[in-house]
């Protein structure tokens, strides 16, 4: 039998994280003696990997200039989490609710994230979630968004198929990486890019609130 899985992403789907990225890219920017994007900028890349994002931000520069950026962006991420000045990264409101009733229904959990295998481990453990999981994909073992790989590597580890697979996220790099593992792709309306560049992404539906997302799952 194959597993229903659904697989999710994290910041802007799971967790509500930006301020804590928005504060690392500004940092990172500027003590590279650059022009530190604008927020609304900073959260169309989330989703990226980091090297992926920097390069989205400032196209005018080289791959060796992004990834030196990328590396003060994971300085900067640590260096403010190990001073206390870190945002709490919350749990969206009733996610635990949503998580419960996919799993009583039949689903397999997943998630598919830019993070690092680090940063996602530290979140989901800070939530105490992390044994709800049965696969955990990150920008460390995979390319960016939105190439298929992260989706397939899940459903051979979950034992799913494209068929019986749904990707949920909040950008259009989510729904453009679902469509090219050929599975089902699920907006969600409250993270980082607005419901019309989802669709147009190609999600099949939008789930509007994180209460209703159960129940839309099982239109897809």
């Given at each position: 039998m194959t597993?229903?899985l659904?697989?999710f992403?994290c910041?802007?789907?799971?967790v509500?994280?930006?301020?804590?990225?928005c504060?690392s890219?500004e940092?990172?920017?500027?003590l590279?003696g650059?022009?530190?994007?604008t927020?609304?900028?900073?959260r169309r890349?989330?989703?990226?990997?980091v090297?992926?994002?920097i390069?989205a931000?400032?196209?005018e520069l080289?791959d060796?200039?992004?990834r030196?950026?990328?590396e003060d962006?994971?300085?900067?991420?640590?260096?403010?989490?190990?001073s206390g000045?870190?945002?709490?990264?919350?749990?969206?409101?009733?996610?635990?609710?949503?998580?419960?009733?996919l799993?009583?229904?039949g689903?397999?959990?997943?998630v598919?994230?830019g993070?690092?295998?680090?940063?996602?481990?530290?979140?989901l453990a800070?939530h105490g979630?992390?044994?709800r999981?049965?696969?955990?994909?990150?920008a460390?073992?995979?390319p960016?968004?939105?190439?298929p790989s992260?989706v397939?590597?899940?459903m051979?580890e979950?034992g799913a198929?494209p068929e019986?697979?749904?990707m949920?996220?909040?950008?259009?790099y989510d729904?453009?990486?679902?469509?090219?593992a050929?599975?089902?792709?699920l907006g969600?309306a409250?993270?980082?890019h607005?419901?019309?560049e989802?669709?147009?992404a190609?999600?099949h539906a939008?789930a509007?609130?994180?209460?209703?997302?159960?129940a839309q799952?099982?239109t897809l």
């Open positions: 597993n229903r659904a697989l992403d910041d802007g789907t799971l509500d994280s930006q301020a804590n990225i504060r890219m940092e990172a920017f500027v590279g650059l022009e530190a994007p927020r609304p900028a900073i890349i989330i989703g990226l990997s090297v992926e994002a390069a931000l400032s196209p080289d060796a200039r992004h030196t950026l990328a962006y994971k300085s900067a991420f640590f260096r403010l989490r190990a000045a870190m945002d709490e990264e919350p749990l969206f409101d009733g996610m635990i609710a949503a998580l419960d009733a799993a009583d229904s689903w397999v959990l997943g598919a994230t993070k690092s295998d680090r940063g996602l481990a530290r979140i800070h979630i992390a044994d999981f049965v696969t955990l994909q990150t460390d073992r995979h960016s968004k939105p190439h992260m397939e590597l899940a051979a979950a198929s019986t697979t749904v949920i996220g909040d950008t259009s729904m453009l990486m679902a469509r090219a050929g599975t089902s792709a969600v409250w993270g980082y607005p419901a019309e989802l669709t147009s190609g999600a939008i509007e609130t994180v209460a209703g997302l159960p799952m099982e």
